[in-house]
């Protein structure tokens, strides 16, 4: 694994898909920097759904 969880901050439940969000605290091994982490559930979600979780993970990822 690549971060250690922290702290969970939060849970929210996806409208459509009934499918839980969460979010943590995190903190990455390779440097013990702090991030905030976001675990979405794939399975139920329709194809456009999961593509434009995806779109977002890479846009988030870019950010720095």
Same mark, same amino acid.
């Not at 929210?12 to 990455?28: D, M, V, Y």
């Not at 976001?38 to 399975?43: G, H, R």
């Given at each position: 694994?690549?971060?250690? #969880? ?5 849970? !929210? #439940?996806?409208?459509? *898909?009934?499918?839980p969000i969460a979010?943590? @605290?995190?903190k990455r091994i $390779?440097?013990?920097? #702090?991030? *905030?982490?976001? @675990?979405? !559930?794939?399975? @139920? ?7 434009? *979780?995806?779109?977002? *993970?890479?846009?988030? $990822? !870019?950010?720095?």
């Amino acid at each position: 694994e690549r971060f250690e #969880i922290m702290e969970l901050l939060g849970k !929210s #439940i996806l409208h459509k *898909a009934k499918e839980p969000i969460a979010g943590f @605290q995190g903190k990455r091994i $390779a440097d013990n920097k #702090i991030y *905030a982490l976001k @675990q979405v !559930s794939l399975e @139920q979600l329709k194809e456009r759904e999961k593509e434009n *979780a995806m779109k977002e *993970a890479t846009m988030l $990822a !870019s950010l720095k």
